[in-house]
Each structure stands twice: as structure tokens, then as C-alpha cells.
């Protein structure tokens, strides 16, 4: 074992730290769990209770249910779309300008393949789970290397599962996973486990018991500026380290956890459903009210005179029943409810705008209705860019960087491809995500109205004058993400160039050879 100056942490130390995370994590419990009890029923809950358990007691109205769906399923469109290609791969900065064409065709054809495998994989239904946690805060995906026909694979780990620390640059750099996992099923799990002589004794004398084990990536900033990251599966009850691994280079974290906003000096992100508990509560309390008016509304509220005849014990208020009365006395009278439902459904419409507000699905039009056009499409994108550019940003640097460059390097570690390091200069991550040209189309539509006002002003005929016209093409192909195999290599155009000045050369060239026959 190597000392922890080398970067590699003791058990004790990772336990120490463990202890620590989840103190930190426990101050957000009861608002986690509050957001999941409204909002999200269906996914595990911080506390313990049974498999399948009922957890819609507290839900009177669905809009926040309704609403964390359509805002997971509208994020995933705009940022990693199904079957589409969100992001490419671009030569960093450190590559020569000349080199710069050739490096970008061989990465197009790497960046296909890249999505070729995200298209076949289990990718769209497990980051579909993560944008659900997201919109509370904070969300986990886990990339782990697959088998030879899905060479990776993706699992949301809900966040109950999960504890988290910071770095000295306040970004996540550890992750601890709690697992509970059969003992018959231990090395299944970790095939390269040093198990201990209770472990052994466990994996025959009680096979179906469950132990809990804890994961640990943590990144090792003794080899700064490269990256490493060990990775330690240690036994709670045993307190042992049974794995220990070492990954190096960048995207070598199995962990991608990304966070939707953050406050200076939290660890946890802060999502849209946090700012809409307020409206959430306030509407569930108020149709549960209108529920309670409306019971009696339908059954009615009576009153009796205690004339000594009628028992309310025996009382039954079915259709064709006798209650019998004393002469002169009233019997049941009906009482007037006293609830103004006008005023309950104004409270209603205001809340439920208030959380589609918050959940971002007030711009993005029904679903349901005629499907919009493109121009519409393009404008409640670009509204939508306007309104989360902060957290679009942060989802940039935590989710979509990294899933790529935790592909990347799980098949190059499977030698499926070849390429360098995503860091940045040699390869970058370029999104080309709705979203990402949604924030483009101010440089595009800036172009656009500088080339109608060239035309308005001077005439088309001064357009070749004032604008490089092959730039302005390159320029714009660029900000719609046209694949370079698409378009003129500045070799293609001067070829062109040479054919039609030879081709207008050849009747001046036959008339010099016929001026000395005069």
C-alpha cells in the first residue's frame, strides 16, 4: 500500500471522510425528501421503507408530477436529444492551424462511432432518470465498461444512494456509493476482491445475506496536472478494503455528477423544484380543501332538532329512506356550504402557472396541439437558452464533457479507437446540442441583418465588395454544425478555380498560335 502523501488514502482516512460527507448530506435530507414526496412518488425515497410502497398520500394535484416529467423529458431534447448527434469533436488549441482540417475529418469519424454506441446503448433511459433528480438539484450518472455488444454502459443512481465532496476547486472530486449485495454474490461484483476469512465464511454459510459495501472515487491531486482517480470498495461492518484500483488520464472517473445551480461553499445543487415547493404545497393543500368542500357539497351537512325521536346513530342517507319526526319538529334541514370555489380555482390557476414557470414548461407550448414550425420550434429554444444559460453552462462543464470523455476513454481503453486526451488542447467538446444553437442563432441572426442592410442600403451588387463571401458561408456552416465532409476544402475551391481559368483560356491561347499563320 502506498502512503497517503502518494495520493492513496487509508481506510481509516476514506471512513473518516465517509463519516463527514454524510453529516453534510443529512442537513439536506428532509428538503430532498420533501421535493421527492411531492413531486417525484415513483423514484426511492431517503428513508427506509418497503419495495412498492404507497407514497402518493400527500399528492392531491399533479401538476408538479406532470411538470418534473415534461421538464426532464423537454432538458433531454434540448441538451442530448435521442438518435441525434449533440456534440462533436473539434482540434484543440494546440493544433497546428495547417493540421487543423485533417485532424477535424478524423474526428467527425470518431464522433460517429461515439454516438453510435450512446444510440445502442441503455444511455437515453438512464440520463432520463438523471435529469429527474436534476430537477431537485443534483443528479448521478455511473459509465462502467459494458461487454463486447454494448461496450458501455449507463445507470442513474439515485441520489439516496449517494454522498458527495469537494475539491479545492469547489468541483465534486469524491463520490461514496453505499450497495447492498449478497454475499454469494460479492465477487460477482468485485471479481478482483480480497475478501477477508469472515467474507469467505459468509459466501457458503449465508449466501442470501446482505452486506453493505461502500464505493469510493476519489480524485488523486498528487500527479497534478495530469489525473488519476483510485477507486476503493471498502465493508462497512468489517471496515476492510477489499478493491483497490487506479485510473489515470482524463474521463478515468466512472462518476458524472452534475448539478443544475449551487450556492458559494454547498456541495449540492439547487434545482427548479426547490424554488416551486412553495406553489406545490400551497396547491395540494388547496385542492385538498376543494375535495373536502366538495364531499360535503355532494353529501351535505344537516341539522337536527333533538325532539328525542331521531338517533344520528341510526341515521342513513340512502335513497328511499323514512326518517320519522316529531310532530311540529323541523326533521333534517340541509346546511348551506360556506366555501367559495371561484375563489379556490383564481388560488389554483395562479399556483399551478407559478410551478410551470418554475419547471420551465410555461414557453414551451401543449405538447398535445398541433406540432409548432420550425421558426416557432427555433424561438422557444432560444427562449428557453435565455432563461437557463446559467444552468445550461454548468451542464456543459458537468455532464456533457465528461459522458464523452468517460466514452472516449472506455473505448480507447477497449481499442476501439484512437485518439488523444479530451483535455481541452488537443480535442475539445463542441455542443451542437438545440440548446447550443439556440444561443447561436444572435451571431447568425447579427450576420443576417448585416447582409440586409448591405443589400438595402448599396444594391446586391456591392455585397462582393464589402463580405467575403466563401467566409461568411464557412462562418455560417460552423454555427449550424454542417459536418465538414460536407462542405469545400480551400484545395477543392482553387482546383475549381484552375478548371474554369483554363477552361476561359483556351479559345485566347488558339488565337495566339493563329497570329503568326497571319
Avoid at 128 to 148: K, N, P, Q, R
Avoid at 456 to 461: K, M, N, S, T, V
Wanted: charged share 25%; proline share 5%.
Amino acid at each position: 500500500m502506498a502512503k497517503e502523501e502518494d495520493g492513496v488514502q487509508s481506510t481509516k482516512r476514506i471512513l473518516e471522510r465517509y463519516k463527514t460527507a454524510e453529516s453534510n448530506k443529512a442537513m439536506w435530507v428532509s428538503t430532498f425528501e420533501e421535493c421527492y414526496e411531492y413531486a417525484l412518488p415513483q423514484r426511492e425515497s431517503f428513508f427506509s421503507e418497503n419495495p412498492g410502497a404507497n407514497r402518493t398520500d400527500k399528492i392531491f394535484d399533479e401538476t408538479a408530477v406532470v411538470g418534473v416529467q415534461e421538464f426532464a423529458s423537454r432538458l433531454q431534447a434540448g441538451i442530448v436529444p435521442n438518435f441525434a448527434r449533440w456534440a462533436d469533436l473539434v482540434a484543440g488549441g494546440e493544433v497546428d492551424k495547417e493540421e487543423k482540417l485533417d485532424v477535424n475529418k478524423a474526428l467527425d469519424d470518431v464522433t460517429e462511432y461515439v454516438f453510435e454506441v450512446l444510440q445502442n446503448s441503455n444511455f437515453n433511459q438512464e440520463v432520463h432518470e438523471s435529469f429527474l433528480d436534476l430537477a431537485v438539484g443534483t443528479g448521478c450518472l455511473l459509465i462502467e465498461e459494458g461487454d463486447a455488444l454494448n461496450p458501455v454502459t449507463f445507470t442513474a443512481v439515485p441520489l439516496p444512494h449517494v454522498c458527495m465532496d469537494t475539491g479545492p476547486k469547489d468541483d465534486i472530486d469524491t463520490v461514496y456509493r453505499k450497495r447492498l449485495i449478497r454475499c454469494s454474490d460479492i465477487l460477482i461484483a468485485y471479481p478482483d476482491a480480497e475478501l477477508t476469512p469472515q467474507m469467505l465464511r459468509d459466501m457458503t454459510e449465508n449466501p442470501d445475506r446482505k452486506k453493505a459495501y461502500i464505493e469510493v472515487v476519489y480524485r488523486d491531486y498528487s500527479v497534478l496536472p495530469d489525473e488519476r482517480n483510485h477507486y476503493c470498495v471498502i465493508s462497512e461492518s468489517d471496515k476492510e478494503k477489499i478493491v483497490h484500483r487506479t485510473f489515470d488520464g482524463v474521463g478515468s472517473n466512472p462518476y458524472i455528477c452534475f448539478r443544475w445551480g449551487k450556492c458559494a461553499g454547498e456541495t449540492y445543487g439547487r434545482g427548479p423544484l426547490m424554488n416551486a415547493m412553495a406553489a406545490i404545497k400551497t396547491t395540494n393543500l388547496t385542492v385538498e380543501m376543494i375535495l373536502e368542500n366538495a364531499q360535503m357539497a355532494i353529501s351535505g351537512i344537516y341539522q337536527l332538532e333533538d325532539d328525542g325521536i331521531v338517533n344520528t346513530d341510526t341515521i342513513q342517507l340512502l335513497p328511499g329512506t323514512i326518517i320519522p319526526k316529531a310532530p311540529g319538529s323541523a326533521g333534517l334541514q340541509p346546511i348551506q356550504s360556506a366555501g367559495d370555489f371561484r375563489v379556490s380555482e383564481i388560488i389554483l390557476s395562479d399556483m399551478r402557472s407559478n410551478i410551470k414557470r418554475a419547471l420551465y414548461n410555461d414557453m414551451l407550448g401543449d405538447p398535445n396541439r398541433t406540432p409548432a414550425s420550425a421558426t416557432e420550434v427555433a424561438e422557444r429554444m432560444a427562449d428557453l437558452s435565455r432563461r437557463i444559460g446559467s444552468a445550461f453552462g454548468r451542464l456543459q462543464a458537468e455532464l456533457v464533457t465528461p459522458i464523452l470523455r468517460r466514452v472516449i476513454y472506455i473505448l480507447k481503453k477497449q481499442g476501439r479507437i484512437e485518439v488523444p486526451q479530451v483535455n481541452g488542447r488537443e480535442v475539445k467538446v463542441v455542443s451542437i446540442s438545440p440548446l447550443a444553437q439556440a444561443q447561436m442563432q444572435t451571431d447568425i441572426a447579427s450576420v443576417d441583418r448585416f447582409l440586409e442592410l448591405v443589400m438595402a442600403r448599396f444594391g446586391p451588387q456591392m455585397l462582393p465588395m464589402l463580405v467575403k463571401g466563401d467566409k461568411v458561408a464557412s462562418f455560417l456552416a460552423k454555427k449550424f454544425s454542417v459536418p465538414e465532409d460536407l462542405l469545400m476544402t480551400d484545395a477543392d475551391r482553387q482546383q475549381i478555380m484552375q478548371q474554369a481559368q483554363q477552361m476561359g483560356a483556351i479559345p485566347n491561347a488558339t488565337n495566339e498560335e493563329e497570329d503568326p499563320r497571319t
